[in-house]
């Protein structure tokens, strides 16, 4: 057993604060997605309009996993990945925390960063785990 599980990794800080923010993250991912239609209709938008939300988060959640995915693999790069993985964590947090507005286009302009910043966090977990 002690030769399949090496327990060194739960000692080091740096492990224990990636795993618990990974954690943190995974569960807060849905919140913003979640209730962005639903905000939009409480700020008087229609529920067929909310679909648009929907769709500009989905496409730039795509656009920024293949656009951090092509900077993490530049030579560049390669040794800032960490660096990258935590700029896209505040980037996801600060977006959340600033209020845009109650206009549709704040809705959107929110919706476009939450999924680009949060497409960045799906490409890079992928790298630096």
């Known amino acids: 057993m002690k030769k399949s599980i090496d327990l060194k990794l739960l000692k080091m800080p740096s492990y224990i604060e990636f795993a618990i923010s990974s954690v943190l993250h995974r569960f807060s991912y849905t919140a913003p997605t979640l209730f ?74 929110f919706a476009g960063l939450y999924g680009f910043c949060y497409g960045e966090t799906l490409q890079q977990h992928l790298r630096v785990t």
């Open 36 to 109: 962005l239609p639903d905000r939009a209709v409480l700020f008087g938008h229609s529920t067929e309009s909310t679909a648009i939300l929907l769709t500009v988060f989905g496409a730039t959640t795509m656009v920024g996993r293949i656009g951090y995915g092509i900077a993490a693999d530049s030579n560049k790069l390669r040794a800032y990945r960490l660096y990258l993985y935590i700029s896209a964590f505040l980037c996801c947090g600060a977006v959340t925390i600033v209020n845009f507005g109650e206009q549709f286009y704040h809705q959107i302009l």
